[in-house]
DNA sequence: ACTACGAGACTTTTT
DNA sequence: GTCTCGTAGT
């Protein structure tokens, strides 16, 4: 592509900030607002105008995914090989860095990538081996208490300990780095932590970066976290030009430790040259207006209105569904409407708050015969029996691993029990499990089945040296044992299926990648789960959480669960940050929306195994109600009677799930009735005040 | 050493 | 409702 065809068709903003020279400059940028295209081509601008090299631009993102896209963006405008390009995640570049100075960080060459549940089972390893009881001190709550630490960029010695249970934590988080670096294995944040760190001390190496990358781009900077933006302060030096396009009003990873404070701080440590891209192309107008109304609730914005050439559209629908079953009924019944309409089922998407949520739809789906995909789960990578095979390999790679040791070491059964490995942890003294087994050969209980395990990986790590990867994964999926186990397992195929898609996955990354040896399979494995499943090219309605639909767009959308308790979560209602960051989601929620947004909410729900009557939303009340367009509820065979359960609905004259209003108390709902007549008394659930047992004989309780 | 059953938890989760 | 974890039984 030519320059002029690069910048074709662009907006005044978005022209800005693409061809902006001489400073740095805070993009915000709102939901569909073509925040891609912009980063993509300006990489493309500076390139093809020769204000930068290839070699000199460094481009971060938060996922792989959107990694991947701006480099097929870029190579489709360019006619340049992407692959020196510093363009990655977060994680991925650290792990390219420290790599390249492996030395200097004092890891070894094969240091290993731990991802969240590894984090965990090392951590649960350190804290029954210091002799704490880990009823008082959770390992997830001590993996949350280093993580979010390391995030801060504090190690263990750094850390304000007032009370003796933060000190112990401390010291449980010191324990755990000290275990990390005798295994040679680092977790995610010690990626950003150890890098930062490096960059810090080493003068020569951080002036080396900094005046290598005059170019830096950030994507989704509104979910950087305190350390993310701590490397970009390091990696950015005099001459360097950085751009940072978030939006602060999609911030929905706080509770990870995402920070928007650094959209402030950018503007105080690289000038304050904002640019606005408010211009949407993607919603129509009620839909855009209504998001704006949403989240002017919130307070301290930076501050941006969507707007839209687009008509106005059709208004937002809100569907009141006596039960969950009947919601569920209810999204069927509609994407079969719009898919005879013409709308592919691809293009329609059903969101919810919690995962919980999915099931009764996607039963509602499965009876009705309607092809969908629900996105997230478990992960490609993360399957209990491919991180089996790669724990073979991260052994033969690495013999200080004893997280890949233990993983193995009985799996599949060998008969090596428990007591062999609490006596060879004994023995070991913090030396390597591997290495201890192997000088203890023989000895003690189950020591013949461990010297053959020994002798098996001594044999394998000799004999993958010298093949290729693929052919690598291929001889440790045949000769551990583990394929074998799961074709004599009658449920096993799927797992025998996954083994072989593993040895694909390393002939792909071995023809994709300039690094093809096992390191860097393995911390492809770690740092990329893998795409969520199979069936990707199926036509399917799209199931998934708000979250993960952000970046994400549809014709139509379904919100469904918009209730109080659910959305916004109940958890969220103690602190004014965490209601704003519902909000948020909501916001999120309705952006996705191209032409047809439907919020739907229910009276009564099972979760958890008991049935609740929740309020509608309060969202749906910030948004003003010339937009929305109530449908009423249908008469449906699927819906569960929301009221008077086994018949117990009394002479009250109110009804379980019954929404109502009270002179004093304001709008409540109906959880529970009791005696007739005189007596008669319910119990309300009111919007704001809690529970309470009303009498209705003094009560002004009226139906709502 | 392995398997089966019951108690308790249970928002979201790019790496 | 359903998944995970720990304990007791084989």
Redesign the pocket.
């Known amino acids: 592509m030519n320059l002029a065809e690069l910048l074709e068709g662009l907006n005044p903003r978005q022209h800005e900030a693409i061809t902006l020279d001489g400073s740095s400059a805070l993009i915000l940028a709102g939901a569909g607002s073509g925040k891609t295209r912009v980063l993509t081509t300006r990489i493309a601008f500076l390139i093809s105008t020769h204000k930068a090299s290839p070699h000199g631009v460094l481009a971060v993102t938060?996922?792989?995914?959107?990694a991947r896209e701006m480099l097929t963006r870029l190579s489709a405008m360019l006619p340049i090989n992407t692959r020196g390009m510093w363009v990655g995640?977060?994680?991925?570049l650290c792990n390219r860095l420290l790599r390249a100075h492996h030395r200097d960080a004092e890891l070894p060459a094969t240091f290993q990538i731990l991802?969240?549940s590894d984090q965990l089972s090392l951590l649960k390893r350190v804290i029954k081996a210091m002799g704490v009881d880990?009823e008082k001190y959770p390992p997830k709550q001590a993996q949350h208490f280093i993580n979010a630490n390391k995030e801060r960029g504090l190690r263990a010695n750094r850390v304000e300990a007032h009370d003796p249970f933060t000190q112990r934590m401390a010291e449980i988080f010191a324990a755990y780095d000290a275990q990390c670096q005798k295994e040679g294995v680092v977790d995610?944040?010690e990626l950003l932590l150890r890098t930062c760190e490096l960059l810090g001390r080493n003068a020569t190496l951080r002036e080396h970066y900094q005046s290598r990358f005059a170019h830096i781009l950030v994507d989704?900077f509104q979910?950087t976290n305190r350390l993310q933006y701590q490397w970009l302060r390091l990696l950015a030096g005099p001459q360097t030009q950085v751009l940072a396009v978030g939006d602060d009003d999609q911030s929905?990873?706080a509770?990870?430790g995402?920070d928007v404070a650094n959209m402030r701080e950018f503007q105080r440590d690289f000038g304050d040259t904002v640019i606005k891209l408010e211009q949407n192309y993607r919603s129509q107008g009620n839909i855009l207006e209504a998001a704006n109304a949403l989240i002017a609730n919130n307070r301290g914005r930076l501050g941006k209105s969507l707007w839209t050439d687009a008509g106005a559209g059709e208004r937002i629908r809100v569907y009141r569904a006596p039960s969950d079953l009947d919601e569920a009924a209810f999204v069927v019944d509609e994407a079969r409407r719009l898919q005879r309409e013409g709308v592919s089922l691809n293009d329609i998407a059903v969101l919810y708050?919690?995962?919980?949520q999915s099931?009764v739809i996607e039963s509602a789906l499965f009876n009705a015969g309607m092809p969908y995909r629900v996105y997230?789960g478990l992960?490609f990578f993360e399957r209990a029996e491919i991180k089996h095979a790669l724990a073979y390999l991260r052994m033969a790679a690495q013999p200080e691993d004893d997280g890949a040791f233990l993983r193995i070491v009985?799996f599949p059964?060998?008969?090596?029990?428990?007591?062999?490995?609490e006596l060879l942890a004994e023995q070991a003294q913090g030396r390597p499990l591997l290495q201890t087994a192997r000088e203890s050969a023989g000895a003690g209980?189950?020591g013949a089945a461990l010297t053959s395990f020994v002798a098996m990986i001594d044999v394998l790590s000799e004999k993958l040296r010298d093949l290729p990867l693929h052919e690598a994964v291929d001889h440790v999926v045949e000769t551990s044992g583990l394929k074998a186990h799961y074709v004599a397992d009658k449920d096993g195929a799927d797992r025998v299926e996954n083994l072989d898609e593993l040895v694909s996955a390393a002939k792909q990354f071995a023809n994709d990648s300039e690094a093809n040896d096992l390191a860097a399979f393995l911390a492809h494995a770690s740092?990329?789960?893998g795409e969520h499943q199979a069936g990707e090219g199926a036509e399917a309605l799209q199931l998934?959480?708000v979250?993960?639909s952000?970046?994400l767009e549809f014709h139509a959308v379904f919100a469904s669960g918009s209730e109080e308790g659910l959305f916004p979560?109940e958890?969220?209602f103690n602190t004014e940050d965490?209601l704003e960051?519902?909000r948020r989601?909501m916001y999120v929620a309705i952006t996705r929306a191209r032409r047809a947004l439907t919020l739907s909410y229910t009276e009564s729900r099972?979760l958890?195994?008991q049935t609740r009557y929740n309020l509608p939303s309060r969202f749906l009340e910030e948004i003003p109600e010339q937009l929305l367009a109530p449908i009423n509820a249908r008469k449906l065979g699927a819906s569960r009677p929301a009221f008077s359960p086994a018949g117990v609905d009394n002479a009250s004259g109110f009804h379980i799930g019954q929404n109502v209003r009270h002179t004093k108390f304001g709008a409540g709902v109906v959880i529970g009735t009791e005696g007739r007549g005189a007596d008669a008394r319910v119990q309300v659930h009111f919007r704001e005040g809690g529970q309470k047992w009303l009498a209705l004989e003094y009560a002004k309780l009226e139906p709502a």
């Open positions: 938060f996922t792989n995914k959107a995640t977060f994680h991925g991802d969240s880990d995610f944040a989704e979910d929905i990873y509770f990870r995402a708050r919690s995962n919980a099931r997230g992960r009985n059964p060998r008969g090596i029990g428990a007591r062999t490995l209980r189950g740092l990329e789960a998934m959480t979250h993960a952000k970046g979560h958890q969220s965490g960051e519902e989601l099972q958890h195994g």
